[in-house]
């Protein structure tokens, strides 16, 4: 079967023509190690007249759509398949494809793909922060593992000495408390921390948070 592939980065606003579609917006919860998803977009031409499909655009890179023929008859059916490649990335994401006929080529459709990427590795917060003059006691970051993960926190490290991190297990396996330490909160200072992790096994993970002293 042929398939036409479409694959730009521009997308513009939504109108619906006379193609009927089944939905136009579709949620997807998945895990990093399912690697992507695909989302099939039905329609059927309700007009009286033949339509064709000109163009199918996706919002990124990262998202394809393809189609197996342009031209549709008058209540012929078809669908548009998307496939969003998750590349590492984690989190909510919004996607948009964008389809122009020549029913109302003017106003496109906008199919709307909406992907939450579990985090395998949870960090709160991100950055601590002490201002200058304050007393340097330990602020903590909380790292969570996800339940039905595999992973597991290999190191812990501060690119500055003088921000000193340490790592606590709170719940075996699955839960951590990195504490940092300035010597001192007399000047400004930075650190980054290095949270590496075994997972996934091809490609480990390395998170970061980060110190700040302003």
Same mark, same amino acid.
């Given at each position: 079967m042929k398939y036409f592939l479409f694959q730009l980065c521009v997308f513009a606003g939504s109108a619906f023509g006379q193609l009927a579609w089944e939905t136009t917006e579709q949620t997807f919860n998945s $895990? %990093? /190690?399912? $690697? #992507?998803v695909v989302a099939k977009y039905k329609f059927t031409n309700a007009? %009286? $007249? %033949?339509?064709k499909i000109q163009n199918v655009r996706t919002s990124c890179g990262c +998202?394809? !759509?393809a189609l197996n023929k342009t031209d549709y008859a008058p209540g012929e059916s078809g669908d548009i398949e998307a496939k969003f490649t998750f590349a590492g990335r984690t989190g909510r994401q919004e996607k948009a494809i964008s389809v122009d006929t020549t029913a109302n080529p003017e106003q496109p459709t906008i199919l709307k793909l909406h992907v939450y990427i /579990?985090? +395998?590795v949870k960090i709160e917060p #991100? *950055? *601590?922060?002490?201002? *200058?003059?304050e007393q340097p006691d330990p602020k903590s970051i909380h790292i969570v593992i996800a339940d039905d993960a595999s992973a597991k926190i290999v190191s812990i490290t501060s690119d500055n000495p003088a921000l $000193? *991190?340490?790592l606590t297990e709170v719940k075996p396996g699955k839960e951590y408390e990195a504490q940092i330490t300035p010597d001192s !909160? !007399? /000047? %400004?200072a930075a650190a980054t921390v290095m949270i590496r992790t075994d997972y996934p096994p091809d490609n480990p993970e390395t998170k970061y948070a980060y110190a700040r002293i302003k």
């Open positions: $895990k %990093p /190690q399912d $690697k #992507e007009g %009286p $007249k %033949p339509i +998202t394809t !759509a /579990q985090e +395998t #991100e *950055v *601590v922060l002490w201002r *200058v003059g $000193k *991190v340490k !909160a !007399a /000047q %400004p």
